[in-house]
């Protein structure tokens, strides 16, 4: 059957680790003199985000300096296509495939700007052929994990027995602005890692099968997350109201999705959702009516790794197959449109 799967998957973290309590520390300092800011009643939200470690491709010196947007993006470009290589390395090296064997990659990452795109750097880094289909995919946040691999599975079906590298990197922790006092800025800074992954998709190969995928969007939502461009790099846009949005209107997208594909929730073995912060895998349980325990992956890679956006759910995909699940997933994930992405695994 033309049914595209999941062939392999691997991760990668960049070199410096940030430790939650000596950031905590830090951003007193850092937003002592910022205006507007009642730093007493933010700084508990590095203490409650259950982060324990997030890590960063710039050691942790770096943030005690301001930066311009132009210094930024040349450290993510530099530092992208590094993480990228070591994860498509693995991916390969588990996949036992060579990078002749690629016929297309998809890369997803909103977090700084590439062009040329961060696929067609990799690509003489890798040995790619020069035929391989490129599809370089931004601004879809922390949904681009699940979209993205949606799109990967979208072209193996439509070309069968071809391989699709699908690539996700986020560095959001070059996003930190120290003269920023805003409640989203503190939140964030309480939040984001680095971190990236890579999968390969394909109608040829053993793996969990990419049974359904699908995406809603809320109208009226484009102010509930994404980034406003500043002289000093990305500001974070959250909105406070996203933990009751998911409890509350979550379950009837996803119950749309499932029936659209002929499921239901009852269906559903595990849950695989983008870590977004602890209220918002407790608003999750609460849409899903989940039993307890059912995302101790997605609580784990938060505390091991943050919020790293887009590459997050595959973390957390990555430790639930690894701990040998089995059965029908549900892979969801949260982003900027607002929209919220979909995808059935059956492993």
């Given at each position: 059957m ?10 990668a973290?960049?070199?410096y ?6 950031i ?5 300092g850092y937003?002592?003199g ?10 508990p939200v ?5 982060i324990?470690?997030r ?5 942790l010196e770096?943030y005690d300096?301001?930066?311009?947007w132009?210094?930024r993006?040349e450290?993510?470009l ?8 070591r ?12 990078p002749?064997?690629i016929d297309?990659?998809i890369a997803v990452?909103?977090?700084?700007i590439?062009t040329?795109s ?11 052929r020069?035929?391989?289909t490129r599809?370089?995919v ?7 994990g ?8 979208e ?12 690539l996700v990197?986020e ?8 003269g ?12 984001f ?8 998709v ?6 969990p ?7 809603h969007?809320?109208?009226d939502?484009?102010?509930v ?6 002289e000093?790099g ?6 406070r109201?996203i ?7 979550l379950?009837?997208?996803a ?11 009852d269906a559903?073995?595990?849950f695989?959702c983008?870590?977004g ?5 407790s608003?999750?349980?609460?849409a899903?009516e ?6 101790d992956?997605a609580?784990a ?12 759910v ?7 197959l690894?701990?040998?699940?089995r ?14 992405g979909?995808?059935?695994l059956e492993?």
């Open positions: 033309n049914v595209p799967r999941l062939l392999a998957l691997s991760t973290l960049p070199p680790p940030l430790r939650q309590a000596e905590e520390r830090r951003a007193r937003f002592a910022a205006a507007a800011l009642d730093l007493d009643r933010l700084m590095f203490a409650n985000a259950g324990e470690t890590w960063s491709c710039v050691p770096w300096r301001p930066h311009g132009a210094e993006n450290l993510y530099e530092n992208a296509v590094r993480l990228l290589e994860a498509t390395r693995a991916c390969l090296a588990s996949a036992r495939l060579t002749d064997r297309a990659v990452s909103t977090t700084g590439a040329p961060l696929d067609a750097r990799l690509l003489n880094r890798i040995g790619l020069s035929d391989v599809l370089p931004f601004g879809l946040g922390c949904a681009g699940v979209a993205g691999l949606a799109r990967a599975a072209i193996a079906r439509a070309r069968p027995g071809a391989h699709v590298l699908f990197v560095l959001c922790a070059l996003c930190f602005r120290r920023d006092g805003s409640k989203s800025n503190v939140v964030a800074t309480a939040l890692g680095d971190g990236a992954a890579a999968g390969i394909s109608t040829a190969g053993d793996g099968a990419i049974a359904a995928a699908g995406e969007t809320w109208p939502s484009l102010g997350m994404g980034w406003d461009v500043m000093d990305l500001k974070a846009i959250f909105s109201d933990p009751a949005l998911v409890r509350n209107e379950r009837a997208a119950d749309g999705f499932l029936a659209r594909h002929g499921l239901s929730l559903i073995a595990h695989v983008h870590p912060g602890v209220k918002v895998l608003a999750i349980e609460d899903f989940l039993a307890p325990g059912a995302l992956h609580r890679v938060l505390r091991d790794c943050g919020n790293m956006s887009a590459a997050t595959l973390f957390v995909l990555d430790r639930t690894k701990a040998g699940a059965g029908r997933m549900l892979l969801s994930a949260l982003g900027p449109g607002f929209t919220a979909f995808v059935v492993a």
